[in-house]
């Protein structure tokens, strides 16, 4: 089979890219296991944390990807949960011990980190970590769903936003446009601020639903009771604790921030940044309840899913686009399997 495979860490040069298009083995479903040919990958900005060392795979090489949709080729003994022909998703959680903390225990593994994901013609993923696509939603429109909606979907959980209270987003990506969709759906009472950099975003935001969109440090309406960051900087960090009201949350959705502008960190201050019960919880992977909850949800709210699409050979092209752009929506690999 194809597959855009990760040899070494470091990151870009001029000229290439860190992934190599190869021949690969197909692999074999074992007990348990389902065998997927892959239609459509997400490309996410965990990619780029793992090529350049932020979170690195322990062991190469390795075959990125965990926002895949495809249909179930084969089967292993003792599946019960899917039927060949079945469409279906894997997000970034591949398999961890099924416990309501599944996404911090130290059985967990990662789609494309610990084990081969989605940038790949085919892959294997144990029954209970693959989820059916709802019908609302084409393949490459669902690839999202299964990371920056589910991811996304958790977030708002953690934020414990109450209808009518005011959410801030900050950055406005593949997750942030999904997320206000969401938060619009169930919170309609609550008004949603975009805190991001482009205009090009702000405007989409707007577009979305939004009732405000700023610049990073600009001042919103009034302050949020709950913010949700999605950058891979600090800055944003300091900023949304200050733009917070006494107890409200900043919830990190991030699984590594970027040591680019860390000394900013140096400049915090307890009483304008943390004081008045003030709290800060941080996103850690995703359950499978997560995801399987999520994607019914997305279907009856209707979420609208912006996309870009790239052949499975010009990953390298989707990922420089998310290093280095403003981005409206999600980037999504096509294998050509359907």
Not at 24 to 36: F, K, M, S, W
Not at 135 to 146: H, I, M, Q
Not at 223 to 250: N, Q
């Amino acid at each position: 089979m194809r597959a855009m495979v990760l040899q070494t860490n470091g990151g870009f040069d001029e000229t290439g890219g860190p992934l190599q298009l190869v021949e690969v083995e197909r692999p074999i479903p074992t007990r348990h296991e389902v065998l997927i040919g892959i239609s459509a990958c997400g490309v996410c900005h965990t990619e780029l944390d793992i090529i350049e060392g932020r979170t690195p795979p322990p062991a190469l090489p390795i075959i990125l990807g965990h926002e895949v949709v495809g249909r179930v080729v084969e089967t292993g003994s003792g599946v019960t949960r899917h039927r060949v022909g079945e469409r279906v998703g894997v997000g970034w959680i591949h398999s961890s011990d099924g416990s309501d903390d599944e996404n911090v225990s130290d059985a967990f593994r990662a789609t494309g980190r610990d084990v081969n994901g989605g940038y790949a013609e085919y892959m294997t993923v144990p029954e209970d970590y693959a989820y059916s696509i709802p019908e609302a939603y084409d393949d490459v429109t669902a690839a999202p769903l299964l990371c920056a909606g589910g991811v996304g979907y958790r977030a708002l959980r953690l934020s414990q936003l109450q209808n009518g209270q005011v959410l801030g987003l900050t950055g406005f990506g593949g997750s942030g446009h999904l997320v206000l969709q969401l938060a619009n759906f169930l919170y309609p009472q609550s008004p949603v601020y975009v805190f991001a950099r482009s205009a090009t975003e702000r405007e989409f935001a707007l577009e979305l639903g939004a009732e405000w969109a700023g610049d990073t440090l600009d001042q919103p309406p009034r302050p949020a009771d709950a913010i949700i960051d999605t950058t891979p900087v600090w800055k944003t960090v300091l900023a949304a604790l200050e733009r917070l009201r006494p107890g409200g949350r900043l919830v990190i959705n991030a699984i590594r921030k970027e040591d680019v502008d860390r000394e900013l960190m140096a400049g915090i201050r307890y009483e304008d940044h943390l004081w008045l019960e003030k709290e800060i919880k941080t996103v850690a992977n995703v359950t499978h309840r997560d995801i399987a909850e999520f994607l019914p949800i997305a279907a009856t709210a209707g979420l609208r899913v912006e996309t870009r699409r790239y052949p499975l050979e010009r990953a390298n092209d989707a990922l420089r686009a998310l290093r280095d752009g403003h981005i409206r929506g999600a980037y999504v690999l096509e294998t050509g399997l359907k």
